[in-house]
T-cell receptor, first 115, second 109 residues
């Protein structure tokens, strides 16, 4: 398997622009997680899905952030409008069914810079 | 809420030394514990996964232990090498994954 695939790897945009980050989880994984990583706050969970259904979005910073998972092989994280404080590395990760078996696999991340 | 702590935050050792990284968690009701490695500018790479019913897992020079009752895990790295320099994170799985803040390891040639 190719692993978790994220795009774009790097995004530079101006404040106020819309940003869309994309993720393809590992085939057969039931869980998909979006994380944000910064030096100041470390790794933060934004939202996670189980079988394409959002389970916990309490980590989403504010209404400017939204995430969707229209099918088992694709998810997006959208920021509209973007702000400089959104600059971070955004990771997508996937895991097989929960319980004792679930190992977490990360993508390479999308580095976002908002000017 | 589950809290995961990693001590020390940074560690510097000479090449060849054996070392131990620590991870502690507050809620013992976990499904598993996972150790990751992160190189600068890269994603997190899974090193070892320990199920809640297991005591330890080994992979090459790495050995991870789990003591659920005391809320502790250790990652033992034998005969450290400069290529081991990275940040090491632990994560415990409850209804979601809870991460520690990591230990930044530098192995000096």
């Amino acid at each position: 398997d190719a692993g978790v695939i994220q795009s774009p790897r790097h995004e530079v945009t101006e404040m106020g622009q819309e940003v869309t980050l994309r993720c393809k989880p590992i085939s057969g994984h039931d869980y998909l997680f979006w994380y944000r990583q910064t030096m100041m706050r470390g790794l933060e969970l934004l939202i996670y899905f189980n079988n394409n259904v959002p389970i916990d979005d309490s980590g989403m910073p504010e209404d400017r952030f939204s995430a969707k998972m229209p099918n088992a092989s694709f998810s997006t994280l959208k920021i509209q409008p973007s702000e400089p404080r959104d600059s971070a590395v955004y990771f997508c990760a996937s895991s097989p069914a929960g319980g004792t078996s679930g190992e977490l696999f990360f993508g390479e991340g999308s580095r976002l810079t908002v000017l | 809420k589950q809290e995961v702590t990693q001590i020390p935050a940074a560690l510097s050792v000479p090449e060849g030394e054996n070392l131990v990284l620590n991870c502690s968690f507050t809620d013992s009701a976990i499904y598993n514990l996972q150790w990751f490695r992160q190189d600068p500018g890269k994603g997190l790479t899974s090193l070892l996964l320990i199920q809640s019913s297991q005591r330890e897992q080994t992979s090459g020079r790495l050995n991870a232990s789990l003591d659920k009752s005391s809320g502790r895990s250790t990652l033992y790295i034998a005969a450290s090498q400069p290529g081991d320099s990275a940040t090491y994170l632990c994560a415990v799985r409850g209804n979601q994954f809870y991460f520690g803040t990591g230990t930044s390891l530098t192995v000096i040639p």
